[in-house]
Every structure is written in structure tokens, then in C-alpha cells.
């Protein structure tokens, strides 16, 4: 049974940076064409794909976010883990974090956390 | 960017009708990346159909998706109370980009 759980702070400072774990269980991510994506939302808006994390610690990064965001994976713990640097109140969302399946997109996701960025 | 543009971006419907979302790319997708998820208000999405067509498991038979190329739709055939939700397309041809959703509500 493939489980992930988000975890990290509820509040965050403007210019903070944002650190945020995905801690997961039922699957490996060292199998082949298995990955570990971020994805937020909004209030009321739509779904944004940030990060993703491949088994072979390959990482892609959205185009408009790449210079703010890193992915790593702690093998060990079974986590990866996202930073965003420079936060602003538009980053205010609910973040998710779900497993990829070469075929199948992110086919399990996590109950998600909602960050806000307020001073 | 594979940019990912739903329509409508709300639908009201009775229960037992069949209702259709569509969704285009700004381009062709290779080997129909495309995935649909449902999406209940507080909730995480959940995987309905994937590869365009094939319905993920557990999924019941009234969902299923079709298309190629740029557009994509959903069909829901005989809508039951449990599928008001939002509905979002979903590209992994380049990266991942997910069109704006939309809104199922009751009539």
C-alpha cells in the first residue's frame, strides 16, 4: 500500500526559505521509472506541478520556479524533500507531494499542506 | 510550456446525465500523455484516467477519456451524486502541466 504524508510549517515569512518533506512508504525509490513529485494549489485555484525526483536522482524543475526550488531524496528515511527560497505571499497553497508511475502520472498523492506566507 | 486550456470551467448537470470536458494542448502530445483527475473540495486529486484512455484501477466504467494529438475529453456517463467535483486535465508529454479545471456541479 503506497502512503505519502507532507509535512513542514503552516506559516512562513516573506524572503523565508521554505523547506518541506515528503515522507512516503510502500514503494522504493530506487525502481526503475518510480518518482516523487511536488504540486501546490492555490485557495481556490488551480493545480501547479513544481518539482519532480526520478530513481536515478534525475530532477526537473517547472521553468517558472526552477531558480528558487531544489529537490533531494533521502533514501534511507524514504523522504524527499523541496526548498523554495525568497517565499512571497503568492506562494500561499496547499503543497502535495505524489508518487509517479512512468505510464501513469502521479497515480497516489498525499493529503497535502497548506503553507501560508504572511508576516 | 505545454500550455493546457479545459472548457467549460463549470458544468451543472443532473444526476444521471452524461457530460463531456474537454481539453486542449498548445501542443501535440506523443503517445497521448494525458490524465484526468477528480478532484473533492479539501481533498488531494485522485488518477481516473491516464495514457488518454486507460481507466486507472478502482475507477468506475462511467469515466472514460478519448483523444489524440491536442485535444483530449472526459465523458462521464450517467453522472452520480459522488462525481460533483473538479475535474483536471493533466499533460506528462514535456514535463507536467495541468489545465485550469473544471467545476461539476448539480443542477
Known amino acids: 500500500q503506497i502512503t505519502l504524508k507532507e509535512s513542514g510549517p503552516t506559516l512562513v515569512k516573506p524572503t523565508q526559505t521554505l523547506t518541506l518533506t515528503c515522507t512516503f512508504s510502500g514503494f522504493s525509490l530506487s525502481t526503475p521509472g518510480v518518482g516523487v513529485g511536488w504540486i501546490r494549489q492555490p485557495p481556490g485555484k488551480a493545480l501547479e506541478w513544481l518539482a519532480l525526483?526520478?530513481?536515478?536522482?534525475?530532477?526537473r524543475y517547472s521553468p517558472s520556479l526552477k531558480s528558487r526550488l531544489t529537490i533531494t531524496k533521502d533514501t534511507s528515511k524514504n523522504q524527499v524533500v523541496l526548498t523554495m527560497t525568497n517565499v512571497d505571499p503568492v506562494d500561499t497553497a496547499t503543497y502535495y507531494c505524489?508518487?509517479?508511475?512512468?505510464?501513469?502520472?502521479?497515480?497516489?498523492w498525499g493529503q497535502g499542506t497548506l503553507v501560508t506566507v504572511s508576516s | 510550456d505545454i500550455q493546457m486550456t479545459q472548457s467549460p470551467s463549470t458544468l451543472s448537470a443532473f444526476v444521471g446525465d452524461t457530460v463531456t470536458i474537454t481539453c486542449r494542448a498548445s501542443q501535440s502530445s506523443s503517445s497521448n500523455w494525458l490524465a484526468w483527475y477528480q478532484q473533492k473540495p479539501g481533498k488531494a486529486p485522485k488518477l481516473l484516467i491516464y495514457?488518454?484512455?486507460s481507466l486507472e484501477s478502482g475507477v468506475p466504467s462511467r469515466f472514460s477519456g478519448s483523444g489524440s494529438g491536442t485535444e483530449f475529453t472526459l465523458t462521464i456517463s450517467s453522472l452520480q451524486p459522488d462525481d460533483f467535483a473538479t475535474y483536471y486535465c493533466q499533460q506528462y508529454n514535456s514535463y507536467w502541466t495541468f489545465g485550469q479545471g473544471t467545476k461539476v456541479e448539480i443542477k
Open positions: 505524489a508518487h509517479r508511475q512512468e505510464l501513469r502520472a502521479f497515480d497516489y
Open positions: 525526483l526520478y530513481w536515478n536522482d534525475d530532477k
Open positions: 495514457k488518454g484512455s
